[in-house]
């Protein structure tokens, strides 16, 4: 997926979803189905189903920015995005950004296995849950190509997928524990190979400072650590949709 600034007048089509699953299946489905969506970008309708994998995908993103040594389970959301007024983040802007500011939790409330980690993330998805639910609802009920009634979501089957998407993630955690070479884990603990385009992670685009969960050197990588290092790249969760 792109995570570079788009041209817009580059490409007509679809200049953020240029390489969309979602879109190679409707081309191998309906040629003429993708044409209508992508050049005269005209809608079909949209059924009320839409509003539980928006909702899902919005907290897993959250949850997954969280950090388990700067964030409480039970706590409103403490590294939100700050946001540009073109709905961009604001990556130019590092002293806008909440992470470098948070103060650390105290040890004995990180996560030392997966167990714990698992019960914190599931805490999370909690306090994100209510909120990315009612905002899908409401996005969705603003759209002219709506049909059904929002009732008809299930809000119960949306939570199941969150908590599943939660899991899975779990398991890339462990595998990333179990896995870790030394030369990859000292580097992260330094602070030295953040990504040119991290994951959203309540930290600025640029940021050298070891993480506030990294260990002493040449010590057996922890739970937060891979948390932290097996973070996924996705869409900012605070930013305009495109």
């Not at 189903?49 to 928006?54: A, E, F, K, L, M």
């Not at 969280?66 to 990556?91: M, R």
């Not at 969705?140 to 190509?145: D, G, I, K, M, Q």
């Not at 524990?177 to 190979?193: A, C, K, P, Q, V």
Request: aromatic share 10%; hydrophobic share 35%; glycine share 4%.
């Amino acid at each position: 997926m792109p995570v570079s600034s788009a041209s817009p007048e580059a490409n007509i089509a679809n200049p953020y979803r240029r390489l969309s699953a979602s879109q190679m299946v409707t081309w191998k489905t309906c040629p003429r189905l993708w044409y209508y969506n992508n050049i005269p970008k005209l809608r079909g309708p949209l059924p009320p189903q839409i509003i539980r994998g928006n909702a899902a995908e919005s907290c897993i993103s959250r949850v997954l920015r969280d950090s388990p040594t700067l964030v409480p389970g039970e706590s409103e959301d403490l590294l939100e995005s700050p946001i540009l007024d073109d709905g961009n983040p604001a990556y130019e802007f590092g002293e806008l950004w909440p992470g470098p500011s948070l103060q650390t939790l105290d040890r004995s409330e990180w996560p030392t296995d997966r167990k714990a980690l698992e019960k914190w993330a599931l805490s999370r998805a909690d306090s994100h849950f209510q909120k990315c639910w009612d905002d899908a609802v409401r996005d969705w009920e603003s759209l002219t190509n709506r049909i059904g009634t929002s009732d008809s979501a299930d809000i119960s089957e949306c939570r199941e997928m969150v908590e599943n998407g939660i899991r899975m993630h779990l398991d890339q955690v462990e595998r990333c524990l179990n896995s870790l070479d030394s030369d990859t884990l000292e580097s992260w603990r330094w602070g030295s190979n953040r990504p040119e385009w991290p994951a959203p992670d309540g930290f600025p685009l640029l940021w050298s400072e070891p993480h506030p969960c990294a260990q002493e050197p040449n010590t057996e990588p922890s739970w937060t650590e891979a948390w932290e290092i097996a973070r996924p790249w996705f869409v900012d969760p605070d930013a305009d949709s495109f």
